[in-house]
C-alpha cells in the first residue's frame, strides 16, 4: 500500500471514529482495524493518538480558513466611502446560508465540528478550539463587519457586539438543530432568511 495513501486513510478513518466514538474513547487499534493494518504499522506513520488528532486539527483548520466566509474579509482596513457590497439583506443571507451549507455538508468540517462537541468537556485544548472556532473567532468576524456597517450607514449605530451576537448566535443554535436533526435543514434555512431580513429592518437607521 502506498505510504502517502496510507496515512491519508489513517487520518480519515481517525477523523470519522473520533466524530461518532470522540477522541478518548478511540483507540490507535480501533484506528489501524478500520484502515485494515496492523497496530505496529501505524507507528510508521503517526507516533502517537495525539499526533494524529494534531494533524487533523491543522488539516481541518486550514481547509476552514480558505474556504469559510472569514476567508479574505477585512472589514476593519475597508474604506468608508467603499461602496458596501455584499452587504445587503439578500446578499447576506445568501452569504451566511452559502457558509452554513459549507459547514453542514464538508465531510471533514462536520466531522471535526462533531469530535469538538463531543470532546469539550474531556479534552482543554479541543474545548479551547470549540470556543474559539465556534464562539470567539465568529464574534470577531461579526462585530467588525457590524461596525464596518455602521460606518457606512447601512445599519444603525447602536452596540456592535451586542448586534453581532444577536444576528450570529441564533444561527449557531440553528446549525446545532441541524447537526441532530439534518431533515430539518430547509426550515432551518428559511428562519435564517427571516432571521436576517428582520435583522437589517429592525436595524435600519432612522430617518433624519
Request: with cysteine.
Amino acid at each position: 500500500m502506498d505510504h502517502g495513501n496510507t496515512k491519508q486513510e489513517i487520518l480519515e478513518v481517525a477523523l470519522e471514529l473520533f466524530s461518532v466514538k470522540g477522541f478518548e474513547a478511540t483507540s490507535l487499534s480501533m484506528v489501524a482495524d478500520a484502515v485494515g493494518i496492523r497496530k505496529a504499522s501505524l507507528y510508521s506513520h503517526f507516533e502517537s493518538k495525539q499526533a494524529i488528532l494534531d494533524a487533523l486539527v491543522k488539516n481541518v483548520l486550514e481547509q476552514y480558513a480558505a474556504h469559510s466566509i472569514f476567508a479574505g474579509a477585512d472589514w476593519a482596513h475597508s474604506s468608508d466611502t467603499e461602496t458596501p457590497q455584499a452587504l445587503t439583506p439578500d446578499a447576506a443571507a445568501q452569504r451566511i446560508q452559502r457558509q452554513i451549507r459549507y459547514i453542514l455538508h464538508d465531510p471533514h468540517i462536520s466531522k471535526a465540528r462533531k469530535m469538538l462537541v463531543i470532546e469539550q468537556f474531556q479534552n482543554p485544548e479541543l474545548a479551547k478550539l470549540q470556543t474559539k472556532q465556534n464562539y470567539a473567532d465568529v464574534m470577531q468576524y461579526f462585530t467588525v463587519l457590524m461596525k464596518h456597517l455602521i460606518r457606512q450607514g447601512v445599519l444603525a449605530d447602536e452596540d456592535p457586539e451586542i448586534m453581532a451576537a444577536q444576528l450570529c448566535l441564533p444561527i449557531s443554535v440553528w446549525i446545532n438543530l441541524c447537526d441532530r436533526e439534518p431533515d430539518r435543514e430547509p426550515e432551518v434555512m428559511a428562519l435564517v432568511d427571516r432571521h436576517i431580513r428582520q435583522f437589517f429592518r429592525l436595524y435600519q437607521p432612522k430617518a433624519r
